[in-house]
């Protein structure tokens, strides 16, 4: 099993900057790949960016550019950096783990509650 926690959720203007993190406790052995999702109530989850143990990164084409994965294997942290900000970002965002490496072809299976990030205008 794996606890994870997210945090830094915010509210902020359009333009502006946040930095999510997530930190796993457990059985760590299950974080291999890691990764940040979002969800807008009525819409389906989207993934946002995801990274392996080796720090090797996959993002979504909306936050290329604007957001950054990244780990602290020792720490068992996870954070997403996100900056220029847009009201299309606003969304639960989720952390979320699994054993395997990321480009394996299953689903994730350890979820945090998410952490609310808006954006106005």
């Known amino acids: 099993q794996v606890q994870l926690v997210e945090s830094g959720g915010d509210s902020v203007q359009a333009g502006g900057s946040l930095r999510l993190s997530c930190s796993a406790s457990g059985n760590t052995y299950s974080t291999y790949c890691m990764g940040w999702f979002r969800q807008v109530p009525g819409k389906q989850r989207e993934e946002v960016a995801r990274i392996d143990r080796d720090g090797d990164r996959v993002y979504a084409d909306s936050v290329k550019g604007r957001f950054t994965i990244s780990r602290d294997n020792a720490k068992n942290t996870l954070t997403l950096q996100m900056n220029s900000l847009k009201p299309e970002d606003t969304a639960m965002y989720y952390c979320?783990?699994?054993?395997?490496?990321?480009?394996?072809?299953?689903?994730?299976?350890?979820w945090g509650q998410g952490t609310q990030v808006t954006v106005s205008s």
């Open positions: 979320a783990s699994k054993e395997y490496r990321c480009s394996v072809r299953v689903a994730f299976n350890y």
